[in-house]
């Protein structure tokens, strides 16, 4: 079945550490998104790629940055964690050719915990 | 003003019956519109969408639109225990790629 993975599912670091938090698809689509969900603030995009030459920020893009590795691979970086960075953070992907109309689809989560 | 607002909940219904749970947007531009179910501590997972005014049926599920109220709703029919979960309303601009999440309904289906 075509997939959205994300690694490692759950991660425990200290405040400082560099952190990395990969995704991958097999769905074909070119566009990537990172997102962190808190718990009463819903959804909030960091990152997002619609090619891999192509990388923009969200609403909340300080702190984090990203690298688009290859079309189906999406990498979201904490350089130097702090503890409001603890959360459940998701990567999702869409299509292009069905867009506007096509929704976006969620990997598993990594929920990081910064100490 | 949220740009996308519901209800946190929690909604509790019975077995059986039917969970109605509605979703709000500010933005007269907005095109399409998303329901997401979210079990705790998991993934959303898309159920639904719908793009023009009236009623989009999908098994047990309904999607309702209205664009001059400016809502949308979820109709869950013969509500099951497994359909306890928070239901996420997303909304998107034709022009947009950004999807704009509310908050989520917190759905209890009592056995």
């Known amino acids: 079945d075509a997939d959205v993975t994300q690694t490692p599912r759950n991660r425990i670091t200290k405040t400082g550490k560099r952190i990395m938090l990969e995704c991958s698809q097999t769905?074909?689509?070119?566009?990537m998104y990172w997102y962190r969900q808190d718990p009463g603030l819903g959804l909030r995009l960091i990152y997002y790629?619609?090619?891999?030459?192509?990388?923009n920020k969200g609403e909340i893009s300080d702190g984090y940055s990203v690298s688009r590795q290859a079309q189906a691979k999406f990498s979201l970086s904490l350089e130097s964690a702090i503890p409001n960075q603890t959360a459940l953070y998701f990567c999702?992907?869409?299509?292009?050719?069905?867009?506007?109309?096509?929704?976006?689809?969620f990997g598993p989560g990594t929920r990081l915990t910064v100490l | 003003q949220k740009e996308v607002e519901q209800n946190s909940g929690p909604l509790s219904v019975p077995e059986g019956a039917i969970a109605s749970l509605n979703c709000t947007y500010s933005?007269?531009?907005?095109?399409?519109f998303f329901w997401y179910r979210q079990y705790s501590g998991k993934s959303p997972e898309l159920i639904m969408s719908?793009?023009?005014?009236g009623d989009k049926e999908d098994g047990r599920f309904t999607a309702q639109l209205n664009k001059a109220s400016q809502y949308v709703s979820l109709l869950i029919r013969d509500s099951q225990p497994s359909d306890s979960a928070t239901y996420l309303c997303?909304?998107?601009?034709?022009?947009?790629?950004?999807?704009?999440f509310g908050s989520g309904t917190r759905l209890l289906v009592r056995p």
């Open positions: 997303a909304v998107k601009m034709d022009s947009s790629y950004k999807l704009i």
């Open positions: 999702a992907t869409s299509d292009r050719d069905r867009a506007p109309q096509g929704g976006q689809f």
């Open positions: 769905k074909g689509h070119d566009r």
């Open positions: 719908i793009y023009s005014n």
């Open positions: 790629s619609f090619d891999v030459k192509d990388i």
């Open positions: 933005d007269r531009g907005s095109q399409s």
